[in-house]
């Protein structure tokens, strides 16, 4: 057992001590913190690395001593600090991780998200997700769940109709093109998009190929509330919490905004997409019947 989980393992097990303690079954602290019951046993078990903000949900739940939540706290924090790539995260694997972004959406009022290569997953539909998860799972070699991953990532957008939540999505048009599923898959989703436009408590917007762009679309980056940011690269998945940190990419959020194609202009710009699709289809037909 490395280092990295045996620390996992101990921080899980004072979790656990603090709630047989507290006289709680696993089920009723669930219930407490407004968690899925599977998350309390992933985390006690070493299955999935409890967050600064997970130990200090617990701790406040059992009753814990202000000393103790310290101490964990830290252990949370060491864990993380070794435990930020993307390969190490799936080994828990992919439903477990759809189940942590659950959780965190569950907190957050107000989302910003940039994504510049894969359309944003609270948008996509089930075939498109599980062609996005095929491809995560023989890149990072994750297990094999992906239609569990799927099934919470469909239940992750039922949020989308909380109108206490309010979501303001950015994507170049360039990903409205990208296949990374078939044609058919493609128009699907492209189809969804349509559909979330007309949500009151949604703003979808395309940057269109002819529009000047402030700055080159390196990454993608989610903006939760005003209190960190979420930057996924190849290898890592960087949480920012600095301040200035987080102006930049409210700054950077801004200026794609002013460059964006919104409401009718952004259904225009996905029609004019799906209009390609149908004559790459058409031109497809006569060799399928080959």
Same mark, same amino acid.
């Given at each position: ?59 406040? &739940? !059992?009753? $814990?001593? =202000?000393? @103790? ?9 060491? /864990? ?114 349509? &559909? !979330?436009? $007309?949500? =009151?408590? @949604? ?9 000047? /762009? ?77």
């Amino acid at each position: 057992m490395s280092g990295f989980q045996q620390a996992r393992v101990e921080l899980g097990a004072q979790l656990r001590q603090l709630r047989e303690t507290a006289g709680l079954s696993g089920k009723e602290l669930a219930e407490r913190l407004r968690w899925q019951p599977s998350k309390i046993s992933r985390i006690e078990n070493a299955r999935q690395t409890a967050t600064e903000d997970d130990v200090t949900m617990w701790a406040r &739940a !059992v009753q $814990a001593a =202000p000393e @103790v939540v310290d101490e964990l706290i830290e252990q949370a924090n060491g /864990l993380l600090e070794r435990q930020d790539s993307w390969r190490q995260r799936h080994r828990s694997g992919l439903a477990a991780l759809q189940e942590d972004i659950r959780d965190l959406e569950a907190r957050t009022t107000t989302f910003r998200v940039f994504e510049p290569g894969v359309v944003i997953g609270l948008l996509q539909t089930t075939e498109y997700a599980r062609s996005i998860f095929t491809r995560i799972k023989r890149l990072y070699n994750a297990p094999d769940e992906i239609d569990a991953a799927i099934r919470v990532r469909m239940q992750r957008q039922e949020i989308l109709y909380d109108q206490s939540k309010r979501f303001r999505f950015i994507l170049p048009e360039a990903v409205l093109r990208y296949r990374l599923a078939p044609l058919d898959v493609m128009r699907g989703q492209l189809d969804r998009l349509l &559909a !979330v436009t $007309a949500l =009151p408590n @949604v703003e979808f917007g395309v940057v269109p190929f002819e529009a000047p /762009l402030p700055s080159a679309l390196l990454n993608g980056f989610w903006i939760y509330d005003q209190d960190h940011v979420a930057v996924p690269t190849r290898t890592r998945d960087l949480i920012l919490r600095d301040p200035e940190d987080i102006a930049f990419y409210e700054r950077t959020f801004d200026e794609f905004c002013e460059i964006a194609a919104f409401r009718e202009d952004a259904r225009l710009v996905i029609m004019r997409v799906l209009d390609d699709f149908a004559r790459q289809s058409a031109n497809q037909s006569p060799q399928l019947l080959d």
